[in-house]
């Protein structure tokens, strides 16, 4: 089994050269690009001031300051040599500098990950707590109307992405044509640095309560049905049938046997517990315009700011090869009847 393992952590080299240069190449050929980018504003700063000569002609830039421009953006190399560079310097932890602001990838990115972590872990903690009881209460509720009502909801509210319920939630209940009882948007008050600490836990609630929810609607169903069937399947097997027989009580049997390994499956999506900081985040944080990772990415991405939505892409794919591995590892760990070959 070891040896399974040290395949899967060789084989995070070749995957990650697949993801980041394939996204490399297609972001490198996209029109609209830094230099595209560079010229417009030089030519609409010309007109503006009068160097377009009048008559409406057009400002044509120099061919060496063109050149000047993909030297310095580094784009008067062939791609795969500018990608072999920029492999070169994530090898030796170097992602650059951002183009829109001027500072160094890691520092752009970094003051971002304390955002996104604490919402990606409250989504996903809470997102345990609720579907993992509510799937075995289900289960043990199997064909009631309580049973059914609950899979409509979740179902439902699986049908529906969660930015979208972010823009839905915001105009119910942000102040628009309904309720005004959470803001807008912003991770945290402007007044933050005045409050004091109890007043600094309701307002953290009040501003991430929308958020949260968002974060944990994509999850909801696939948790709360993975129980629930989980633990059928395992109510059904001779072990609980002899306990039944035995005369144990039923809370008895279904929450210490059965239960224990209905959660195998579940115990596995601990392991990506170390990439849930990206995971859905973009359009999120877009709607609630929280600055996290991956509203910067999003706006990276806009921007053509292509060292900053690299520097994400590394750390992001990292993060999820990562967590699958630590996957299989929790499965053999709850598990030990899997083996590995």
């Given at each position: 089994?070891?040896?399974?393992?040290?395949?899967?952590?060789?084989?995070?080299?070749?995957?990650?050269?697949?993801?980041?240069?394939?996204?490399?190449?297609?972001?490198?050929?996209?029109?609209?690009?830094?230099?595209?980018?560079?010229?417009?504003?030089?030519?609409?700063?010309?007109?503006?001031?009068?160097?377009?000569?009048?008559?409406?002609?057009?400002?044509e830039i120099p061919e060496e300051a063109i050149q000047e421009m993909k030297r310095y953006y580094g784009f008067d190399k062939p791609v795969h040599v500018r990608y072999a560079l920029w492999l070169w310097n994530v090898l030796h932890l170097d992602l650059g500098r951002s183009y829109i602001y001027q500072d160094p990838v890691w520092d752009v990115i970094k003051s971002r990950f304390p955002i996104s972590i604490f919402l990606?872990?409250?989504?996903?903690?809470?997102?345990?707590?609720?579907?993992?009881?509510?799937?075995?209460?289900?289960?043990?509720?199997?064909?009631?109307?309580?049973?059914?009502?609950?899979?409509?909801?979740?179902?439902?509210?699986?049908?529906?992405?969660?930015?979208?319920l972010g823009t839905a939630l915001l105009v119910l209940f942000g102040g628009g044509s309904f309720f005004n009882v959470f803001p807008l948007g912003g991770f945290r008050p402007d007044n933050w640095e005045y409050l004091g600490f109890f007043q600094k836990i309701g307002a953290q609630i009040h501003y991430m309560f929308l958020p949260v929810v968002c974060y944990m609607i994509a999850e909801f169903a696939t948790l709360t049905i993975l129980t629930k069937n989980s633990l059928m399947e395992n109510l059904g097997q001779d072990y609980v049938r002899t306990a039944f027989a035995k005369g144990l009580n039923e809370n008895r049997v279904i929450f210490k046997h059965a239960l224990r390994n209905s959660l195998i499956p579940i115990a596995t999506g601990l392991g990506h517990v170390i990439s849930i900081i990206l995971a859905g985040s973009f359009l999120i944080e877009k709607v609630f315009n929280i600055d996290g990772m991956g509203y910067l990415g999003y706006t990276s991405i806009l921007q053509r700011d292509y060292p900053v939505a690299l520097g994400i892409l590394v750390i992001s794919s990292l993060l999820l090869l990562v967590g699958n591995i630590l996957s299989d590892i929790v499965y053999v760990i709850v598990d030990p009847r899997i083996r590995f070959k």
């Open positions: 089994m070891t040896g399974y393992f040290l395949r899967r952590f060789l084989l995070i080299i070749p995957t990650f050269i697949g993801i980041t240069l394939a996204v490399f190449v297609v972001m490198h050929f996209v029109p609209g690009g830094p230099v595209e980018r560079q010229i417009m504003r030089y030519k609409m700063a010309m007109q503006e001031g009068g160097g377009g000569g009048g008559g409406g002609r057009s400002v990606g872990l409250t989504g996903f903690i809470l997102s345990y707590l609720v579907c993992v009881p509510l799937g075995v209460w289900k289960a043990v509720k199997h064909g009631t109307k309580f049973d059914f009502m609950s899979s409509f909801i979740v179902f439902l509210g699986y049908s529906v992405p969660g930015w979208a």
